[in-house]
DNA sequence: AAAACGGGGTG
DNA sequence: CACCCAGTTTT
């Protein structure tokens, strides 16, 4: 694979920090970083937009101040503080990752690209944002907005996602990456793809690299980079009790690997209301009225609930695939991790108990 | 190499 | 409604 040399690496490097320095936003782990916030706040982005990441990183800054503060936080506490923001596997790595760096390092992060990327949650990207942002490596990175400014920037039309498109891509990050402030250049092609080089409206008359820029040149830019194929998302039927007693609301917490791994939620079984009752009956919950009807949308699954009030008939027996079944007396206080599908399964159920014809919310 | 994994903003 | 976001891990 022939690397790409109609755009001089120097220049590029100088027109783009140029750009940075003045259009760069303010953003909390910006300033002075160490390698805690900017390890934190990549975890919180993998996936995740700035806005919504800003108030969950300064929520996690102020209760766990060091690495050391996170490490000997409970799990449940930090699925707690995680609640909403998605990606929930997220919160277990990061907290197996500060005890790592406790353990294994001393309470420091390490500034080696292979040791960051043993650490659990961080991968090839976050690696490189580690050593390049918080310790000046010349270490490049590639995320969804250098993806696409790249492919634009270089006519690359491997689809994205696929192996190949993934070494021309990085190849090409290698390649242009600074001796000389390689952290601001990282973040700079990432601001570019955020601000500039959009997916929908690239303004390329903003653009500081357009005069050099393949896909603009061809009149090219809206059909780079080539989109990853795209599964239709399944759908699932969901039968879920909500059961009040006198300590609380009846919770389950879902196994630790997998969809909303550790979190809690009201038992839902699969199937119909048939099913569903059986299932529910060999627990020792017997289902109520029907209070409502919820679909919850993920990326790839769509999950249509139906919301049932429940009852405990002596005593709780296990409910696979739960973990643990438990009365929990205030489910939203923080000590324990909520999806936010959970919260609208309660909410229904809340909703519904003072007014009755409330029915799908949103 | 492909699929799983959340939730919300945007056009 | 479709797309996509400062990706990682497992299969």
């Not at 021309?168 to 250049?185: H, N, Q």
Request: overall charge positive.
């Amino acid at each position: 694979m022939k690397a790409p040399d109609d755009l001089a690496p120097r220049w590029f490097a100088q027109a783009l920090l140029a750009w940075f320095d003045a259009h760069r936003r303010a953003l909390p782990w910006r300033g002075s970083p160490d390698a805690y916030g900017v390890w934190l706040s990549e975890i919180m982005l993998q996936q995740t937009r700035v806005d919504t990441v800003v108030p969950y990183y300064l929520r996690f800054l102020e209760r766990y101040p060091t690495v050391a503060a996170l490490a000997e936080a409970p799990l449940d506490e930090v699925l707690g503080a995680w609640s909403g923001l998605g990606y929930y596997r997220r919160a277990r790595s990061l907290h197996a990752a500060a005890q790592a760096v406790v353990d294994r390092h001393g309470g420091s992060f390490p500034r080696e690209l292979s040791a960051l990327r043993a650490l659990p949650g961080v991968g090839a990207y976050t690696a490189g944002a580690i050593a390049s942002i918080a310790f000046g490596e010349r270490t490049p990175l590639v995320d969804g907005n250098v993806a696409r400014v790249l492919s634009r920037l270089f006519a690359l039309g491997d689809p994205l996602g696929t192996s190949a498109s993934d070494r021309a891509l990085w190849a090409t990050a290698e390649r242009l990456v600074p001796d000389e402030r390689p952290g601001d250049f990282n973040q700079a092609l990432m601001e570019l793809g955020a601000t500039v080089c959009t997916p929908d409206r690239p303004r390329c008359e903003r653009c500081p690299v357009a005069e050099r820029c393949r896909a603009r040149l061809e009149g090219r830019e809206l059909e780079l980079p080539v989109p990853r194929a795209r599964k239709a998302p399944t759908r699932l039927r969901l039968v879920a009790a909500v059961v009040r007693g006198p300590d609380g609301l009846l919770l389950a917490r879902r196994p630790a690997g997998g969809l909303y791994g550790g979190l809690w939620e009201p038992p839902m079984v699969e199937g119909g209301l048939r099913e569903a009752k059986a299932t529910l009956a060999e627990a020792g919950v017997s289902l109520g009225a029907k209070r409502g009807a919820i679909e919850h949308v993920l990326t790839h699954r769509r999950l249509a609930i139906v919301v049932h009030s429940g009852r405990v008939d002596g005593t709780i027996r296990a409910l696979a695939p739960y973990e643990e079944l438990a009365f929990v007396s205030d489910p939203e206080g923080g000590a324990i991790g909520l999806s936010t599908m959970a919260k609208r399964v309660l909410s229904i159920s809340t909703v519904e108990a003072t007014s009755p014809r409330a029915g799908r919310r949103r």
